[in-house]
């Protein structure tokens, strides 16, 4: 079956490091990968999207990376903020698909200052 | 600049009671709209998503309804309410190709 993972336990950082986060999936075909960030009682914030064709995507402190072969994305955070403090989810659509993204379950970050 | 409303914020109902859930968005034509349910530390479950009016595809079976009655308007409803369907409700819009665009949700409570 079709599965995505992500790390359940919380990241634990010091300000201004380099956060990074996995997102694995099994037995997908994504067309593109999207990471979106949550707070707590509040939808997804979507932040960055990267096709299945491109390697990596950069916007201002953050990067993605999107390795179809090992099937796995990285999304880095740069000198990391406690603002970025957050729950962040990977999503994936299917290549050719309804364009409905299924979501990780996500992992929490805490950036400690 | 679109944007899309979802309310109430929070709602708590007893188990048998009805639901009805309500989310507008404007600034976009004929936008997916999307209902999804988060229960306390697990992802987000599609529950519903429509593609136009009166177009309603459901993801998983159980005791919701959605209804999408004018372009920009999407209900999530229930005739009963079960313990099973308390957490946070969110829903959110796209175009063809574009990210997702999420409200700010509903807590629902059901005791």
Known sequence: ?113 | SQTIHQWPATLVQPVGSPLSLECTVEGTSNPNLYWYRQAAGRGLQLLFYSVGIGQISSEVPQNLSASRPQDRQFILSSKKLLLSDSGFYLCAWSTINSPLHFGNGTRLTVT
């Open chain 1, 1 to 113: 079956s079709q599965k995505i993972e992500q790390n359940s336990e919380a990241l634990n950082i010091q300000e201004g490091k380099t956060a990074t986060l996995t997102c694995n999936y099994t037995n997908y075909s994504p067309a593109y990968l999207q990471w979106y960030r949550q707070d707590p009682g509040r939808g997804p914030v979507f932040l960055l999207l990267i096709r299945e064709n491109e390697k990596e995507k950069r916007k201002e402190r953050l990067k993605v990376t999107f390795d179809t072969t090992l099937k796995q994305s990285l999304f880095h955070i740069t000198a990391s903020q406690p603002a970025d403090s957050a729950t962040y989810l990977c999503a994936l659509e299917l290549s050719g698909g309804s364009y409905i993204p299924t979501f990780g379950r996500g992992t929490s970050l805490i950036v400690h200052p």
